[in-house]
Each structure stands twice: as C-alpha cells, then as structure tokens.
C-alpha cells in the first residue's frame, strides 16, 4: 500500500470529456470513433500529445498498437514494463468511457506518480490497442491479438471491413502503421480497467469488480426449414411450422440456462421468419443462440443439449435444421494472484469490491496468453454500454483509477517513503 | 338427378387456361390480376364476352359486380335466380384456379344446360364479385359484402388500397362502376365451387368437400416492449427480455390450440424483434396469433387464454404486452339442406364426399347472409394456395363442376325428360 497517493479524477474526468469531443455525437454523451477512421486517427493524436507531455516513450507497431512507457529518475529500463491500458476505437454509436477511461486512467495513474516526484523500479506502460470493437474490422481485440502474437501482423494488415477497406491500407492512409515489432515486448503483467457494460455492480451497490475470468461464447445460427401453408386451412398434425420451431427453441435456451444454472446465460437475440405473414404457416426461420458460460466443459454440453433438442424438433415437426458455428471462444482465467491484489487493495481502501467474471471480450484477455493479467471493473449506470448514454459517474471512475494507482504501484515496485 | 348430363371438362379447362393468360406470370402456371387493375379489367372484358355468348344478360352494379343471367325458353323471369359464381382477381402472385374456377364452371354449367335445349323455371345467375382477396383494398370479400347489403356503396367506393388509390376512382378508370343497384336481387340460393385451398382433400383422397362452415377468424398483434441488453453481461434474473416472450407465446399458440383440440388452429406467421442482433437482449417483440375456429363460443375461449397467458408472462418477465385485435370474424355456417344436397349428389354420382369446414374466407360466406348458401370444394394439390404452383387437375374439376350442375339443375327446377 502506498499510502496517500491518489488519482486527481477532476484532472482524469477532464481528459475524459476532451477525449470525447472527437467524433461526438451531437447531443448526447456518444462518440463514434470507429477503428482507424479519421475520427479514431485525431483521437489517436491527442492521446499521443499527453503521453508526451508526461515526458513518455512513444512506441507504434505494424498494426497501429501504440504504447507509451514511462520511466522514473531511478527506473530500470532493462526489465519488463508493468502494462495498462485498453482501447479508443469505439461502437459506431458508442459511449466516452468504454476502452478510453483506461486508457486515461492509466496516463493519470503517471502523472500522479510523477508530481510526487516518486519512481518505479519497473517501467509503467499505457496502451491502447487497435480494433477492439470489431465493429469496422473482425475480428474483435484485433490489436492486442497481434500484440501477443495470436494473429500474423501480414494476416491482420490483410483484413478487409465492412466498408471494404484494408486495415493495411487504412493505417497507412492514417499515417499508424508503425515500425515496433509484432509481437511486442511481454510486460511484467497487465491490468485493465474498464467499465463493466453490464448491470451487476449497480444492482448490488458496489464499487469495484475483480474480474477473475471472462465467459467463453458459443454463437449458433439454427436455420429451419419447413412448409409454406395457408393458416387457416391447414390441420395442425399437417404442419411442418419453420416458425413454431423458432418459439420452441428460444423457450428451449431459457428453460437449460436454468438448468445449467452458474454464470450460464443464454440468448436468442435474432429471429427472421419467411414470409412472416400474419395468416401462413412460416416456411423458413432463422434464429441465433448466444451461449456464455466460464467453464469450457459447460459450455460444450450447454451446445451438447441445443443440438439434441433441435434433433428432436426435426423429426417431431418434420423439418430440416441446420446449425452453424458463427464464433466460439473459450473462456479466459485472469491471474489469481492479481485478481486476489484488487480485492485486497480495494478492501484496504475501504471500496466495496465483487469478485466477478466478464461477459464481453476484452484486450486483458489476449496478455493473459503470455502475462499475469487481471482486470478491474467499475458500474455502468443502468448496465448501459455501446451507447450513447452509456455513463459511469466521476466518484465511480475515482474509485477505480485508485484501485488501478495501488496496483501499478505495487508491481512497479514504487518507492515512496 | 337430372340424367346422363354432364359438363364438358374440355371446354372449362381451356376457358380456366384463356383466362390465366391475361396477367400471366411467365414462366408459371400463376396469375396477378389485383382487383380493378388494368389487368383484372382485361379480365373481366373476357369473362363478359363468354357470358355475353351464352346469350346471357349482364348487369355490372356500383361496386363492380359483375352477374350475368341467363334464361330458358321456360323460364320464368319474375322468381329469384340460382346464383352460382366466385371471383377472378388474385393475390399479387396468385394461381389461375382460385376463383376463376367457381366463375367459368357456372358459365359452363349453363352452356351444358342449354346445349341441351333444356330450360329452368328459375334463372340461372353467374356473378364475380369485386376484390375477393383483399390484396389491393381491404377488406376481402368486399363486392360480396356489398352485393348482400354489409357495407354501403359510398364507403366502399371510399375506401382506399395499398396503392394510394381508392376504389371508386380505379372503377371509373376501368369503366367498371355500373348502375345495377346496392345491394343486389337476393338469390333463391347461392353455391359455390371453389379450391380447398388445403391439404385435407388430397391427403384423404376424396374428390369433394361439401363445405358446412367456414372458420371464425381471430388476428391479434402482439407487442412486447422489454429492455435492451448485453447478452453477455446481463444476468438471466435482470433481464426483461422481448424475445424470449415472443418464444414462449409461439410455444404456447401450439400448447392451447392442442388443448382445445377439434379444429381449432392457431399460428404465429410473424415476429419481429428489435434491434435482433445475436447479441443483444431484445428491447421489443412484435408478433401475430392467428387463431380460427368453427365455434365462436371455443375462440373466444382461446382469445381469452392467449390474454391471460400473455398477462402471466408480463408480470414474469416485467414487459408490457399490448395486444391489438387486427381481424375478427365470427363463424359462418352454411345452409343444412344445400350441404347435404352436395353430399347426395356426390354419392349418386359415384364421387367420393365429406363433409367439411373452410378455414379461408369466401363469397359464399357473405350470401349466407341473406339466402341459403354452400360450397363445393375441389383438391388442391399439397395443399397450395395463392401461389403460382397452384393445382387441381382437370378430372377433379370435371368431378366439381358436375356436382355443381347437379345441384344447379335441382334448384332452378330444370325440366328434362
């Protein structure tokens, strides 16, 4: 514990709000920066323009990831920088604070550090990693899936976006394709902290999550084909009704996810019907499965179940269904050890903290390939996130950055009297 | 009975395929002739011409009905007719037996009749009436409707279609509003042949249905406005999830319609979720349940548990359900004595029979009103209906057509030695 250091969060709101006057959207709190657009390369730029004036070292790779590091007067520059950060990309209409506010919070956690004149043994580094929304360019946590080596830089500079572009071509339009190589230096750890963008922390009045892991997902298109017919003339054993298997199967996820029970959630978030006509039978639905659990094993029978019972609807109704993987992660543990550090540091702040897993992806996800990684989640008001209104107040996001200064300090192997 | 007379199928055949070429759909046996448009003009010239053939009298009222009568050398003009006749405009991508068939197999009922020198005490009356389908101007049946008195002239002509344009101005633009009265004669009787539209016929192999009802219909849209969520991070007891209540309520659709059981039907053929992305809770769920039932009594109790189902799934689930009635039709039952003349006269013809309800709507249903009324129905092969690959073989309407001149011959009191 370094006792009496703190975050100036007027100073680290501000930036915030400076931040997200970049591709504002006009009234509302929202931005829309999406990755390596002109918007996300002017965000880019002012980010850059504080790192440097905390006096840090600028290092951009080849697929546009930038890292500022920071060194104190009695800092060894040979060992591996203690690392946070996050993303500046956001959802085409997105909020300030998802990806940004660690970003921020990691500059803010330096200038803390610096005004008091104190150093760190290790280097500090902040972050922040191209493409983690996936909303311009599949697949999500882009940059930090390069960073750790989990994707080819030629591989990733080749992906085409939902405009047709290149992410190769883009970065260079840009002016981001940068000379540090992919995959970069492996920190010491990495923590991240980030909005929650989900209810939980909110609902239960509390301050800080420790996330310990994040859910896998098992996305499923089920496409059924059946008959065509007139509603009204048509007997119901002579049915073979596209649409009443749709309804089976989205009562169906609810019914297992409380059977599975746990941190299993399930979702049908997408249903088309063919011809969708109040009076015909439909001949055609279809329908996706969202399934998330953190145990891999759940998860398999989880998808084990929907299959067989999608089998047994084909030969009940009489239709064909077919199933196809849209995307399957597993699920990731966070370090213990620094998962049991935030718990600890929030306690010792007197900061209401739950130990908590993740249901969205995140860049801390790709360090926990090669580093302790661990992230701190702090409440999004109303669970709102890739929105607009999405909002964490000033108290909320001191609280966190505070966790996030303690823990940096502490790897970091900050001295202070 | 009226001995060894019998249609010839030769000639409707070629009549039902003359007239399928005016709006033909290349490359399908189908039509699109929607009512009071260029093409259905074109139609109706036909169909005139050929009863102006057969020597018999036209007269086109303000709706646009068309009847043509025609009398024997015997007939006495001052009793009521024996009407027989249906529609021929279609659905946007229609079949060329819906309808039309009940039209051109009266005309060919009365060319059999006088080739024969034969003549009835009463007239003989073949009437199509003006936008059976409901396609272009809502509602359906509605020359019918206006013939028996069910909806004045001047709102009809008022009323306006999917175009833009309203049914007076399109009648005098096709030279179709004529001076006839509204309503029109009553009819001794009035019986119709028609498609089955369904399965039944076919599956059973019999060649005729001897039509005793048709269905009430009962249309409910469905809204349900829940909460938009990450289907990541919510968890499964904060969810107010719109598109697992649209599951459920197709789920319990099936569920009820088994309960009640008998020839209840009912049909969820639309749902629309927003904003329906794989991973995002639906905030709002629209569907449509289409519920049908011979007895007024049954679906009225069906209406009532659909809306308490939907009042138990509300509170479970804290969404607003509004439910809206789009449709409402009572049952129909047609005339005891007529049913079960096409029953006897069936059997005597060696023609396979049974007795059955309409789950669609037809004109006869609107003559039930003011005269006794009843349908012949004829296969459909797999059941198809308003769609191009709609079929019935010419054996099946020759089988139709000779009940409907048996029965004709019997009402109009036709003398034959």
């Not at 546009?64 to 996050?86: E, I, K, Q």
């Not at 009562?251 to 109040?278: A, C, F, M």
């Not at 929105?387 to 970091?412: W, Y």
Request: aromatic residues 6%.
């Amino acid at each position: 514990m370094v006792g009496m250091l703190y975050v100036n969060s007027e100073r680290l709101w501000g930036r915030i709000n400076d931040l997200a006057q970049v591709g504002a959207i006009d009234g509302t709190l929202g931005c829309s920066r999406l990755a390596l657009t002109d918007e996300d390369a002017e965000g880019r730029r002012l980010v850059i323009t504080w790192m440097q004036d905390l006096g840090m070292d600028i290092a951009i790779d080849g697929i546009g990831n930038v890292v500022g590091t920071w060194y104190g007067p009695d800092t060894d520059r040979d060992l591996p920088a203690v690392m946070t950060g996050s993303h500046i990309d956001t959802v085409k209409t997105g909020g300030r604070f998802d990806g940004n506010l660690g970003v921020l919070a990691g500059l803010e956690v330096i200038e803390t550090i610096a005004e008091q004149g104190l150093s760190p043994v290790h280097p500090i580094s902040v972050g922040f990693f191209t493409g983690e929304e996936g909303s311009r360019y599949a697949p999500d946590m882009l940059g930090s899936l390069v960073y750790v080596g989990g994707l080819g830089l030629e591989s990733a500079l080749d992906i085409s976006g939902i405009d047709g572009t290149k992410v190769g071509e883009e970065l260079d339009r840009i002016d981001f394709r940068g000379q540090s190589p992919c995959p970069g230096p492996i920190p010491k750890a990495f923590i991240e902290l980030h909005i929650e963008q989900g209810p939980i922390l909110e609902a239960e009045n509390i301050s800080i999550g420790a996330v310990d892991s994040v859910q896998g997902i098992s996305w499923t298109q089920i496409t059924i084909e059946g008959q065509s017919n007139h509603a009204g003339t048509t007997p119901m054993h002579m049915r073979h009704d596209a649409g009443w298997v749709a309804g089976e199967i989205t009562s169906y996820v609810r019914h297992l996810v409380s059977e599975i029970g746990g941190n299993q959630v399930g979702t049908v978030g997408k249903i088309d019907l063919v011809p969708n006509l109040v009076n015909v039978v439909a001949s055609k639905a279809t329908l996706t499965v969202d399934l998330r659990n953190t145990d891999d094993e759940i998860l398999k029978h989880a998808e084990q179940e929907l299959a067989n019972f999608c089998d047994t609807l084909s030969s009940q109704e009489k239709v064909q269904i077919h199933r196809e993987v849209l995307a399957r992660f597993e699920p990731v543990a966070f370090d213990k050890a620094l998962v049991g550090e935030v718990i600890r540091v929030s306690e010792s702040l007197d900061i209401s903290v739950k130990q908590m897993t993740s249901g969205a992806g995140h860049d801390a996800q790709m360090f926990a390939r090669v580093c302790p990684a661990a992230m701190i989640f702090v409440p999004s008001e109303n669970g709102l996130s890739h929105n607009p209104a999405e909002f964490t107040s000033q108290r909320e996001i001191e609280d966190g950055s505070n966790v996030l200064l303690q823990i940096m300090a502490k790897l970091s192997g900050l001295r202070h009297d």
